[in-house]
């Protein structure tokens, strides 16, 4: 690109406001403004690009971090149990007061589902997808026992007292 020959004239804003690309009128940009403009165009799309990341870091890994956020943390679940790509509840067997929450976290990449086992799943049963949460309160004291409807194997207990 060759260099105009003579700057542009800029009009200026008389209340000192920023610039619009209108303002520049039909002159080629001289070189420095055109990459200042750029380049705040590129941080304008990255901001929005992590804005996004850190939005969907809820339901999904962001980029290569092999550990998922303790989304249980902020659940209020007074227990948290993981499924993992090991193909198990972690821990097997947690124990609450009733009136209070579980809190399930898939912490893998295998899809999972949680699912009561003496009532066939009409008291709680849930897709458990990698990185989800599923909470759920028991509001009477009892033994519950809980398994996966993907793997046959995963099972849980969830004593309520
Ligand atoms: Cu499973």
């Not at 509840?89 to 295998?110: A, D, R």
């Not at 989800?132 to 309520?160: L, R, W």
Request: charged residues 10%.
């Amino acid at each position: 690109m060759r260099p105009p020959a003579l700057a542009p004239q800029l009009k200026r804003d008389p209340l000192g406001g920023s610039l619009r690309d209108s303002d520049y009128g039909s002159l080629v940009y001289p070189m420095r403004l055109s990459m200042a403009l750029s380049s705040e165009r590129n941080l304008m799309r990255s901001t929005i690009a992590v804005g996004v990341c850190f939005v969907l870091t809820a339901a999904a890994a962001c980029g290569s971090s092999t550990s998922p956020p303790n989304l249980c943390a902020n659940s209020g679940a007074a227990a948290t149990a993981s499924a993992t790509d090991a193909i198990a509840f972690t821990p097997g067997s947690v124990t609450i007061t009733h009136g209070q929450s579980v809190c399930w976290q898939n912490v893998g990449t295998v899809a999972h589902t949680v699912a009561d086992n003496a009532t066939n799943g009409s008291l709680f049963n849930s897709n458990l997808p990698a990185g989800q949460m599923f909470v759920h309160t028991f509001p009477s004291a009892g033994s519950f026992g809980y398994h996966c409807n993907i793997h046959s194997s995963m099972s849980g207990t969830i004593t309520v007292n």
